[in-house]
């Protein structure tokens, strides 16, 4: 959170604008960047209306934790009240989303989005916006995961009136999603002294959420059976929830003409694009409307039949590959969601394709024809491979040359990295991805970044955190020759070595051998520890502590990052690959194992120089972690 105090101390901080300077302040450390100056004007106008609610209120003791951060993601809610129930003496927590609008009314396919002057595009409904804060935090902060009754959850529109914004109640109204209008400003006072005691400080109360341990995240890949079998496991926020809606709302106008829609849905390393995909997979499926997944990821794909599918072979065949349309049918499906669609290909033919089915159209045309609605979720950031492509313009003027309508919805907030916007960026500094150079990381209490001294440390350590309950795994560059793979009982091919230590890297196929999962389950089986995994095999995939090992392909020399293709053991790589083309999928591949870990990640260098370049980015910290 950005700031935390009782409301009378917020209110008498707002009055002489000590408050705004140390909101700034703050924001600028945890971001790195100013705030806009939307969000400035939000703080010196929404602010005190609700600080002089509350103290009019008689609950002025009432703890008031301004942007607190929800955990695991980068979203923050404006104000979380904490303080104490008046009939039971729990605590008890108010979610409150701050709006300074005067006017806003549903949209007109789906009251749980709305319009409004300031975005060309619907936004979610500030009541389902809130609701999904207060679900989250429950999902999500131990401190009230067994005691969900304590949280709920209100928008105040102070600025509105109920002519402007009154049809925003179209939605249902819950403990959890209640709307307050300044008109309606006496009910919004009942309302909080109904949750919130005058006569107990809430600060007792705000410490026990604030020490509340962090539920391990709920894997994308355990849940999956139920994400696409009963309801959803996840809770889609704002824009995701937006996206999801977008794109139901395209199915039902699909249904009821003769209407074909294309979605877009982008955004960076973990921003919930396959819990999108999964959601939406999982609602088509309860509502028996023809729709499938598909994939460039083979891990990815293979990961799904097998968790997802485990009982019904009926959901497995839910999960195709994109060179899986070539000859179908036009329109033949309702929905096909194209997750990692920046790996869509050139063409869908290979070696193998049979000369008749080799038609020589694009592979993103056979995907737009095959279904009304495609829906293609992408991060153009994170191409590892020569030839893939797959692009917001490529999509649109795919789209476009069709006369089809397509639709982009951008996802912002990040779910990965412990939600660490300050560690995303830090990551695209190091590798060069973004200009400016490398930076000094400062810990922001969201993600933890550790440097190792040997490949020893590394995974000793990874293998303490999964003695603590937690996942792990280790990944490397592309710089070891593989192995083929050994016969049923013989022991793996310890190719990863490093000094007098060595390791095999992750199985190649489809079969379980001397205790090691299948290539696509290296991720997500437990027994993946212990073997190194590669790019093609984490790519998509999280864990709570990630081990990477940088090889010698990438090196810091004098004040620079410098590439060596002659490292590279990838047999993706051909002599006709352009240097600049290999100096940039050899960052990629560096920026999705670094970007791979929830809670923490642990670097190792092979090459010593970048070691040290690698502490000194750190500091010290570093070192007193690993022994803690």
Known sequence: MLFRESAKTIAARALDTSLYLHLTEQFVRMHGHRPNAAEARSWERSIPALAAALNDAGLGEVEVMLEYALPLNSKRADAVLAGVHPATGEPSYVVVELKQWSQAEPDEDDPALCRIDAYAHPILNPIEQVRRYCEYLVNFNGAVAEHPDRVSGVAYLHNATEFG???????????????????????????????????????????????????????????????????????????????????????????????????????????????????????????????????????????????????????????????????????????????????????????????????????????????????????????????????????????????????????????????????????????GLQPGGPVLWEPDDRMQLLVADSPQELEAFLEARRSQGYGARMSAGYCWRWSPEPKPGDPLPADVVIGDWARPWNLRGDRAISGAPPSALWATDPAGFGQVGCVYTAQGFEYDWSGVIIGPDLVWRDDRWITDRTQSKDPVFKKSTPDADVDRLIRNTYKVLLTRGMIGTMVYSTDRETREKLRELVGGVARESVAA
């Open 165 to 431: 914004v009154g049809g925003l109640r179209a939605v249902e109204l819950d403990n959890r999603g209640q709307m307050f209008t300044g008109e309606r400003r006496g009910e919004f006072i009942d309302h909080l002294r109904a949750r919130l005691s005058d006569k107990v400080p809430g600060a007792r109360a705000a410490d026990e959420l604030q020490a509340g341990r962090t539920v391990p995240s709920k894997q994308l890949m355990s849940v999956a059976a139920q994400e696409v079998r009963e309801r959803e496991q996840f809770v889609l926020l704002d824009e995701q929830q937006v996206a999801y809606r977008m794109v139901l709302n395209a199915v039902r106008k699909a249904k009821r003409s003769n209407h074909k829609e294309v979605v877009v849905v982008t955004g960076g390393p973990g921003t919930g694009k396959s819990v999108i995909a999964l959601s939406l997979l999982g609602e088509l499926y309860r509502q028996g409307i023809p729709a499938l997944h598909a994939t460039g990821s083979q891990s990815f794909t293979k990961t799904m039949r097998k968790v997802a599918g485990t009982r019904k072979r009926e959901v497995q065949d839910l999960f195709k590959y994109f060179n899986s349309f070539m000859t179908a049918e036009q329109n033949s499906l309702d929905v096909l969601i194209c997750d990692e669609a920046h790996r869509i290909r050139e063409t869908s033919a290979n070696r193998y394709t049979p000369a008749a089915q080799r038609t020589g159209r694009r592979q993103i045309d056979e995907l737009i024809d095959v279904a009304r609605v495609p829906v293609f979720l992408l991060d153009e950031h994170q191409v590892v491979r020569p030839g893939e492509m797959g692009t917001v313009e490529d999509i649109k003027a795919a789209a476009g040359a069709q006369g089809v309508e397509c639709r982009v919805v951008p996802l912002e907030s990040q779910f990965r990295c412990g939600g660490s916007d300050a560690y995303l960026r830090w990551v695209v500094r190091l590798l």
